[in-house]
Structure formats: structure tokens, C-alpha cells
């Protein structure tokens, strides 16, 4: 708590009275500073070894990735993930508690073992004679790491919506959906990406949050700001089925721990309105380690707020992780009607029951292209987004929207006019359990093969890694470079390289002719291999929504 002024309003005169400053400052300074109690000292040895476990990865994982960053290519996704990690006890998973905990089982696992080292912890310390009466210092850097942790990782978070990308303005493919088709948590995230001010200033109190925390004269301010944004956070994914409730409840949890501290004083002061001296204990450091102490600081700070806000702006404005970033024929962009239908050479006309005929097509201004057919789609429930995935990943426009809606990632061969659609909807053709459900790479002939793992033999795996033709490929281009050169990054290069190819998405290969995009006419083989016809014709839709002065991305 930051140093308050002692004054205090007399409640009959309202004058300000100065109360006697140096006594009483130095009296309630030892109180502060007086032998724990028995049960205080055993709290505090739990509360180490709880928040201790919860701030520190858990992961080799994120060691590895650490490890393997180019330091000299930043993407922004390199701080986000040192930023956000995965801590606690996890040896036994949910099998102890089960799925009913909502995810906090972790939590639970974590506490069970602090208790158990806190009790150890005790009976040592008697039997050796060498019991602390208090735990000052080790309170102080106790505090000093949990509010770093919720530092950097809030900011990882903030900068996500000051450049607002977490939660984008809806795709036209979205905003052509019945709202009835879209799942709560899909309905909370675009009621927030339509209004992206407000997006932007949720970015700006929780980096505002996290830069308080970095100096322990405002560490009490930033975790009143942090428990106050977050908690309203985990309310509404308990609301909306957000799936984002034990993340954000892990930054109230860190919060309400820098608190606990101030709450008396807090109350002492605003409530009682008695003369209050807040704790001011820093252990006195060795001019080394002071040192040390500033320079780490320094950089941290540098680092997670000078260059992440670099890197996310670079992130928003031509490689948002939530959308595609590679640009589309710019000529087919738009909304369009179905004029005329055939499968086989054989007309479907227009039917409300027909589940094969498409009803209404949308070509993205990114490489995506959405129609709607009368035939239930399983929902993707994921959040659409992560690491600097290919395009064909990024499916946030597909992500909660049901009602037969399809969305086709497409390599547009412009050259010869032809586009080669995959589904972005993860669901393999005659798939199982042991199918590859990872991030799979089209275009790149990846030389790695897991064998044993899935069910395609090569033969098979080699036909569906080559289904776009060599010329065709050399026309497309390497998507890695699609995009602004000052976002090629180390990161996007590795991850868009060292992915598997032997996918078995469905497919699509279509031909397209039109003068100026008024009208377009599709032809080639749907994704059963059925030969297919359409005329679409473009149509305007005004929608209520003022077009977004901050999309995402270069188009």
C-alpha cells in the first residue's frame, strides 16, 4: 500500500487533525514489524509454497520454447507465451477430483501438497530449533515474484486488446449468421469485437494493472485494479461458457493474495477513518544484488512493454492470430447470392429442405471462402486462434457458428484461376481417435513421418500430401512471405515449416471465371468428388453495424 498522508476528520467539526505523527507512526511500526503468531507463520509457510508452485512453469515445454527463441526475429507469440504458462501440481491431473471441478483441480492438487510441505515445514523447524518468530524478507520477495508473475502475464493479455485482435470484428460469413446459430460464448466475444474502443480500453486498465505491479509503491493500486478487471472476466465466461475462467481466475487469485495485506489498513483508514501507517519493510540488500535487483527490473519492463507493444502492433497490423492474414482475390470479395446450382450436370433448384445446394456464398477479404448449406455442421468450440499457425488454422470465423455454415480456407492459383479449398473444421474424412488432430501443412513437403500414428498408409499419405500440382504450388507461392516483410519472423518460418502434412481435410478444387466480380462462375470437384457448377451473383447487405475503424490486418 502506497504511502497515505496521516489525517483523519473529526466527525462533529469536520476539521482535518494532524494526528502525532512521530510516536504513533513509530509504535503501529513495530506492530507491524512484531513476532508472527503460531497460526500466522504456518499460513505463511503454506501460502510460499502455494504461490511459489502457481508462478512458475510447470512445463519443460516452456523451457524448450524459451530456449529456441530468436531473440533477433521477435514474433510477438515468443513474450505472450513466456508471459503465459501453464503452474501447479499437476502429477495427478483430475483423477482425483474429477471433471467436476471446473478446472481448478490444479488448484486443489497444488494446495494439498503446500499444506503437506507447510506441515513438514513446522515439525523441521521445532525439532532443529530453528524456528523463525517472523517471516519479513521472506514475505517481501514472496510478494515481489507473485506480483511480477501477475505483471508480465497480464500484460501478455492486455496487449491483445489494446491492439484488438483476442476478440476481432466479426467476418462477413459471421455477420451473415442467424444469431440463433451462434453459441453463447461466440454471442460474448462479438457483442465485445464490434465495439473495439471498448475493447481497447479493457486493454488499456489491465496494462495500466500490470505496469502498477512492477513497483511495490503501487503494487496495492494495480492489484485492486487487476482483482476488479479479472473478476469481471471470470463472471462472464461463467455467464457465457467462455472457457477462459480458470486463467482469469488465476490473475483474481494473485491479486486477492498482494491484497490480503492492505485489507485491514484499508479498512482501518476508509472505514473507521483512524490513523493508519501502512508496512514500508524492504530488507536491506547487498549492493550487488541491488544492482542486479534494477537491471532485471529495467529489462523486464522494457521488454514486456516497449517491445511486446512493438511486436503486437506488428501482430494487429498484418498478422492477427485470430484471422487469416494472406490478402484474397481481391475480385471475388464479397457477398453473393446463389443463382444456379448443378452436381453432376444436374440442376438443384433452390429448396428450404435441400441439404446439398448452397444457399449464399462470401468470398473474405482474406483467403476464406463461407456458404451455407441446410445441413447441421458439428460446432468448433476452440477460441480460433494461437501460435502464428498457417491460415487454414485460424478459425475464429468458424469457431461457435452452427446452422450449416462452412468455411473453406482456398489457395488461389490466379494465374490459371483455380482455388484449392480445404475445410477448416478440423473433422478428417473416415477419421478416428488416432488420427492427427494437430496443425497439418499443405504446400510444404515436410520430410517427417510419424510412423505408427494414424490410420493413412503412405501410398495414401503421399496422394493427399501432392493434390495441388507443382505448377500450381509455383504460381501460390510460399505462404511464409504472403504477408509483410516485418512480420516474416524466426517463429513464423519454423512453425509454418515444421508442421505435417498428412492431413485428410475435406477438399475442394474449383475453377473460377468472372469480369468484375459482379458475377462468378465456380466449376470443379466438391469435397465428394462430385463434379460441380455455380453462378453466383453479388448482392449488397447493409448491415446495422458501422463498419470497424481498427480491423485487424492488411488486405
Do not use: C
Not at 447470392?337 to 438443384?348: A, H, L, P
Not at 471462402?369 to 486462434?385: C, I, Q
Not at 473453406?408 to 484461376?417: I, S
Not at 510419424?450 to 503412405?458: A, H, T, V, W
Amino acid at each position: 500500500m502506497s504511502t497515505i498522508e496521516a489525517i483523519r476528520t473529526t466527525p462533529n467539526t469536520g476539521t482535518l487533525l494532524q494526528e502525532p505523527s512521530a510516536a504513533a507512526n513509530s509504535k503501529q511500526q513495530k506492530e507491524n514489524l512484531a513476532a508472527w503468531k503460531p497460526f500466522q507463520r504456518f499460513l505463511f509457510r503454506i501460502a510460499f509454497i502455494f504461490f511459489i508452485l502457481l508462478s512458475i512453469p510447470n512445463s519443460w515445454g516452456w523451457y524448450k520454447l524459451v530456449a529456441h527463441i530468436d531473440w533477433t526475429s521477435l514474433h510477438y507469440r515468443d513474450l505472450y507465451d513466456i508471459a503465459r504458462f501453464n503452474s501447479g501440481i499437476t502429477w495427478f491431473g483430475n483423477k482425483i477430483f474429477g471433471s467436476s471441478l471446473l478446472g481448478y483441480a490444479v488448484w486443489i492438487n497444488t494446495l494439498l501438497f503446500s499444506i503437506a510441505g507447510a506441515l513438514v515445514w513446522t515439525f523441521s523447524a521445532k525439532a532443529l530449533k530453528k524456528e523463525r518468530q517472523e517471516y519479513n524478507t521472506a514475505y517481501y520477495w514472496l510478494r515481489a515474484i507473485v506480483r511480477y508473475r501477475a505483471a508480465i502475464g497480464i500484460i501478455g493479455f492486455g496487449f491483445t486488446k489494446l491492439f484488438p485482435v483476442q476478440m476481432p470484428y466479426p467476418s462477413l460469413g459471421v455477420l451473415n449468421t442467424n444469431f440463433g446459430d451462434l453459441t453463447s460464448q461466440k454471442i460474448y466475444w462479438l457483442s465485445i469485437g464490434i465495439v473495439p474502443w471498448y475493447q481497447v480500453f479493457a486493454g488499456v486498465i489491465e496494462l495500466t494493472a500490470g505496469t502498477l505491479l512492477f513497483f511495490r509503491r503501487t503494487t496495492t493500486l494495480g492489484a485492486i485494479l487487476l482483482f476488479g478487471a479479472l473478476g469481471d472476466i471470470v463472471y462472464v465466461n461463467f455467464a457465457y461458457d467462455g472457457g477462459v475462467h480458470g486463467y482469469s481466475s488465476y490473475f483474481v487469485l494473485l491479486s486477492g493474495f498482494l491484497l490480503i495485506s492492505d485489507l485491514p489498513k484499508i479498512y482501518r483508514l476508509f472505514i473507521q477513518e483512524r490513523f493508519t501507517v501502512p508496512v514500508n519493510f524492504y530488507p536491506v540488500l547487498p549492493k550487488w544484488l541491488s544492482i542486479t535487483r534494477i537491471s532485471l527490473k529495467s529489462a523486464t519492463i522494457f521488454i514486456f512493454l516497449v517491445v511486446l507493444f512493438y511486436l503486437q502492433f506488428i501482430n494487429w497490423r498484418y498478422d492477427p492470430y485470430k484471422q487469416p492474414s494472406v490478402a484474397g482475390v481481391k475480385t471475388l470479395r464479397g457477398n453473393y447470392t446463389v443463382t444456379e446450382f448443378k452436381i453432376n450436370n444436374k440442376v438443384i433448384p433452390y429448396s428450404p429442405t435441400d441439404t446439398t445446394r448452397w444457399n449464399e456464398a462470401t468470398f473474405e477479404n482474406w483467403t476464406t471462402l463461407t456458404f451455407r448449406v441446410n445441413k447441421p455442421n458439428p460446432l468448433d468450440l476452440s477460441n480460433g486462434g494461437g501460435s502464428p499457425q498457417r491460415d487454414l488454422h485460424r478459425t475464429f470465423e468458424l469457431t461457435g457458428v452452427g446452422g450449416g455454415q462452412r468455411v473453406f480456407h482456398y489457395y488461389a492459383d490466379e494465374v490459371n484461376k483455380t482455388l484449392y479449398l480445404q475445410d477448416k473444421y478440423k473433422a478428417r474424412r473416415g477419421g478416428g481417435e488416432d488420427d492427427y488432430t494437430g496443425d497439418p501443412d499443405p504446400l510444404v513437403n515436410n520430410e517427417r513421418t510419424e510412423k505408427g500414428k494414424g490410420r493413412l498408409n503412405k501410398n495414401k499419405a503421399r496422394e493427399e500430401d501432392n493434390w495441388i500440382p507443382k505448377e500450381a504450388l509455383a504460381n501460390i507461392g510460399d505462404e511464409i512471405y504472403k504477408i509483410d516483410k516485418n512480420a516474416v519472423t524466426t517463429r513464423r518460418k519454423r512453425e509454418l515449416k515444421n508442421v505435417r502434412n498428412n492431413e485428410n481435410r475435406n477438399r475442394m478444387v474449383l475453377k473460377y471465371d468472372t469480369q468484375d466480380g459482379s458475377r462468378i462462375f465456380l466449376s470443379g470437384i466438391n469435397e465428394n468428388k462430385d463434379s460441380i457448377y455455380i453462378v453466383l451473383d453479388r448482392i449488397n447487405r447493409n448491415y446495422v453495424l458501422t463498419e470497424s475503424s481498427l480491423q485487424a490486418g492488411k488486405y
